[in-house]
């Protein structure tokens, strides 16, 4: 299954959702591709970085970009459990083409009004990619969520009224952990001692992302 964590605003998240679902993935003994489709390239430097590190990376990364994007992990696709792509913040080539050949996609928002008043854009891009693959699932998730709560229920009601995007009620709140964990080359579920509330979160999320994965596989 082809799972993209995209989306029109810059720093909600994508990379840190990415990679940690990735870890998620492949500690469940699932054969994980992840796709660094941005240009900043952060995932494949946490990725680096963690090889760098001697830590066991049971899961191959790669960098595309553009047309290549669609091309490559189709041919790739029948080798791998889970693809996880991770585009950049914004409406480009490289988003669009993997959107073309996703089974889902996922939209970190953060809480906060410059993050929610992209979701006409996005609704916009998903019109036009849907064109080319129909069958495409889009949810959105909190991430950075606010621990007051206030925020997160005001975001799930505006993406919910897009009627093409549906927010999942799993949320990640706003952590050190995780930053922590990008900066030695993990995530979340790796760290020692562990915050126990960012590992249920993302645990949370994967299993949600999971379980949508497999209702499209038993559709198919």
């Not at 810059?10 to 492949?26: D, E, H, P, R, W």
């Not at 970009?65 to 914004?90: A, N, W």
């Not at 996005?122 to 998730?141: E, F, G, Q, R, W």
């Not at 969520?145 to 799993?170: F, H, V, Y």
């Amino acid at each position: 299954m082809i799972t993209v964590l995209g989306g029109i605003k810059g720093g909600s998240g994508k990379t840190t959702l990415s990679t940690n679902l990735c870890v998620i993935q492949a500690s469940d003994g699932k054969r994980v591709l992840l796709v660094d489709a941005d240009e900043q390239q952060s995932a494949s430097n946490w990725s680096e970085h963690r090889e760098g590190l001697d830590i066991d990376t049971p899961w191959t990364t790669i960098s595309l970009f553009g047309s290549s994007v669609r091309s490559q992990v189709l041919k790739m696709k029948d080798h791998y459990d889970e693809i996880i792509i991770d585009v950049g913040g914004r409406d480009t080539t490289s988003q669009r083409a993997a959107l073309t050949i996703a089974d889902l996609l996922i939209a970190p928002f953060q809480p906060r009004s410059l993050d929610v008043w992209t979701i006409g854009k996005l609704s916009s891009l998903l019109d036009d990619v849907c064109v080319i693959n129909p069958n495409l699932k889009t949810y959105a998730v909190i991430n950075r969520a606010d621990s007051q709560g206030k925020d997160n229920k005001e975001a799930i009601d505006i993406i919910n009224e897009t009627g093409n995007i549906l927010c999942l009620i799993e949320m990640v709140c706003q952590r050190k952990a995780f930053a922590n964990a990008s900066a030695e080359g993990m995530g979340v579920i790796e760290m020692t001692p562990q915050d126990k509330k960012a590992v249920d979160e993302i645990r949370n999320l994967s299993n949600a992302i999971f379980n949508i994965k497999t209702s499209l596989t038993t559709l198919k």
